[in-house]
């Protein structure tokens, strides 16, 4: 039997690092951003999607949505293929799956457990200070962008509002350190699909 | 060592339930409304308060705040009474709190795990019917009502947005079932606390 777990964060929650180790001790496949994208490429839809993506990722959903209409445009294509993507490595393995509205695009799909990671704001602000080698004086307002247009990409495409505990099966806050939100997810997917 | 778990919930997601059925597993005390009433009483405040409490519960934060004065200050010196009595059982035993904003009230304390339960509409709908007697034609405004006053208290009483994933610890949706809801709580708070 397959299974999914989604996982959507707020940025600097530890939300991706979390779920690659839930992915890891349940040894089962993870997917990120990068890894969704490869994963179109392969699946065989038209590389030229891909082409000029990356330098312009910045302007994706970031701002008024009048101004950045090709942008938009190229960047609805590469998120449309990597919902293609999500939908035909779910059919096929079980893996973890972080970001991308996984939980929207998958749904329909047996055996979904879709969780969201938050995390205090000081925390976030250490973490993305150590990890992401972000100014301590701009952490506050990086984060607060940062997920302002995860919000965005998620509302946009979705009828749900990001965050909100009634999308999700399970959410938890790394303050509790992450091996416990590592932990909780294993428990959580184990008893729901009797893997022990 | 005492520790508390509070669960906020949505109206009809089997919160209360939930939460009764974890205290039993975890072997400790269970408050919800009316025992922080009772508890309220005996630790000395003011019967009075309690008085004619009963019965003007409706008219509590129901509609407009403004129409409702003498109600509102009623139900608030009921409420501030129980966020007293919140704060006492909390330092005396480890327990497990439903609704009351409790999660808010015991902020500054240790060992506080802050749960929400949420649902879907369709779940809460037949739960309302099947264990309140609410009519099935009027059982989704209902439902809507009720979550409009606790997310009312809510916000009214704490700086924070209720049902938020933020605002928790853990958040659980109930449409896997009561027993993996309880499941889930007794094992994260067993982590948590080493309590194995």
Redesign the interface.
Known sequence: MNFVITVGR?YGSGGRFIARLVAEKLGIAFYDNELLIEAAKDSGLSPSIFESYDEKQDGFLGGSLGMYSYDMTLSQKVFLAQFDAIKKIASEKSCVIVGRCADYVLRDFPNVVNV?I???MEDKIKRVIEYYGVKPEKAASYIVKKDKKRRGYYNFYTDMDW????N??????S??GID?CV??IV??TK??FKLD
Chains 1, 2 share one sequence.
């Open positions: 707020e969201f938050c995390a205090p965050g909100k505990a009634s999700y099966d399970l959410c938890l806050n303050r509790v416990e932990d909780a428990g959580y008893r729901r």
